[in-house]
């Protein structure tokens, strides 16, 4: 189950792609997202989702129900930017990093949490 309508339809139940992505839901969840955060490898940075989750909710839902039509993501979606991130210990140690990757499906990544 597409983790965009997660929470809203029960996990056994079989909908087309115009039942799970709606101009509804997408704009809400569009809503929802943290201007504060950094954008992805792909630039879009959440305040510009959120300030313009009007003009853009629609031809977002075309792009995600095509992506389920299809069952495929586009390239871009599947790339991240993977930096270092430090746990605890001395900052000299590699061992005490560990990856942490900025998405580009951000937006699907995002949406999907209530």
Known sequence: ???LVSGYI??????????????????RKLCMLNP???PGPDAVHPHFLKN???????????????SYMD????????????????????KSDPDNYRPGARFTKYLMTNLGKT
């Open 52 to 66: 313009c989750a009007d003009l853009l909710v629609t031809s977002l839902v075309c792009i995600f129900r095509k």
């Open 10 to 27: 029960p996990q056994n139940a079989e909908l087309s792609a115009e039942e799970l992505f709606t101009e509804e839901v997408v704009y």
């Open 1 to 3: 189950m597409n983790s």
């Open 36 to 38: 504060a955060k950094s």
């Open 71 to 90: 069952s495929c993501l586009p390239d871009d979606w599947n790339s991240a930017n993977v930096i270092p991130l430090y746990k605890k210990g001395s």
